[in-house]
């Protein structure tokens, strides 16, 4: 069983920045896919950047833009989402997942408990 615990959330004026934790532990850290999932009031969950085991490789939403950047650190069990030029719209519960072959259809394995990211115009 893998535990996900994120921080790092809070309140940015738009333009702000902000970089959100992910600590895990219970499992083989490097032998998960990780994720970064948010939902807004009133709509449902949706996918924001993905990483995969070693690294080397990072997939992100349209609207990210250059804007966040998803990372890892395998020797501390942490992945991390920085976030820069954030908008209203960014506004949300930010998610962690892992999974082991999560896939396209970001079927993860294992969920946090999620931090409030609230960006004030």
């Known amino acids: 069983q893998v535990r996900l615990v994120e921080s790092g959330g809070g309140l940015v004026q738009t333009g702000g920045s902000l970089r959100l934790s992910c600590a895990a532990s219970?499992?083989?850290?490097?032998?998960?896919?990780m994720g970064w999932f948010r939902q807004a009031p009133g709509k449902e969950r949706e996918f924001v950047a993905t990483?995969?085991?070693?690294?080397?490789?990072?997939y992100y939403a349209g609207f990210v833009k250059g804007r966040f950047t998803i990372s890892r650190d395998n020797a501390k069990n942490t992945v991390y989402l920085q976030m820069n030029s954030l908008k209203p719209e960014d506004t949300a519960v930010y998610y962690c997942?892992?999974?082991?072959?999560?896939?396209?259809?970001?079927?993860?394995?294992?969920w946090g408990q999620g931090t409030q990211v609230t960006v004030s115009s």
């Open positions: 997942a892992a999974g082991i072959r999560p896939g396209a259809t970001h079927k993860y394995d294992y």
């Open positions: 219970g499992g083989t850290f490097n032998g998960y896919v």
């Open positions: 990483i995969n085991q070693s690294g080397g490789s990072t």
